[in-house]
């Protein structure tokens, strides 16, 4: 006796369930990674063209100066390592409050960076500033009288920086700088103009 197994009705096979998708990794994080390294690049070697304009190039262009207070006299507005920024004024603008940077009188004529207290001008033009600290219990125990025609006053303080700046001017980081920073910027450019491009297709 032959037995007869029943066949199912023709049509469409049964749908699998769905597979778990699979988070593309690698997929994603390659270009992530190259992008932040591109632009990570591309700002260090802009805040280096900055710093460089802003500390050789400006102040032969613009005039002013740029120097790194040592010492916590005028805290808790100027602290030790700040970067002080001054422009030129004429010593007959000197006025009360100002604070100004000179050479001091006495000893080994230092610069300091104090505020102005009282100031004289003289009919022959001689202008003599009595100055103090801030953090400073009295006064200077000077009276200095400002050379010349031109005074600096402090316009701007960028904290810390002077700290970066002395650290830039040993000798080994200094000559790793002059001979390293050109290079790297040279094969940069480089490979930003040379770079091969894909093929859409």
């Known amino acids: 006796m032959t037995a007869v197994l029943p066949l199912p009705a023709p049509g469409a096979a049964r749908p699998l369930p769905p597979a778990a998708a699979r988070p593309r990794t690698t997929g994603t994080l390659r270009p ?4 932040l390294t591109r632009w990570s690049v591309r700002a260090l070697v802009g ?32 602290d030790p390592g700040d970067l002080l920024i001054t422009t030129p004024l004429d010593v007959a603008d000197v ?10 009188p006495i ?37 200095a009288i400002l050379l010349g025609d031109t005074a600096y006053q402090v316009q701007a303080v960028i904290p810390e920086a002077g700290h970066l700046i ?18 790297l910027l040279a ?15």
Not at 107 to 124: E, L, P, Q
Not at 166 to 183: C, D, F, H, K, N
Not at 187 to 201: H, N
């Open 166 to 183: 002395a650290a830039l001017r040993t000798p080994w980081l200094s000559q790793a700088l002059v001979y390293g920073a050109p290079t």
């Open 107 to 143: 000893d080994d004529r230092r610069i300091v960076t104090h505020r102005v207290i009282s100031v004289d001008h003289a009919a022959d033009g001689t202008v003599t500033v009595h100055t103090k600290g801030d953090a400073n219990d009295h006064a200077d125990p000077w009276t």
């Open 32 to 35: 992530l990674a190259a992008f």
């Open 47 to 78: 805040i280096a063209v900055l710093a460089f304009a802003g500390l050789a190039i400006g102040p032969h262009v613009l005039g002013y100066r740029t120097m790194t207070m040592l010492t916590g006299s005028m805290a808790p507005a100027i």
């Open 95 to 104: 006025t009360e409050g100002m604070i100004i940077t000179y050479h001091i």
């Open 187 to 201: 094969g940069w450019l480089l490979l930003t103009i040379w770079r091969p491009t894909k093929d859409p297709e």
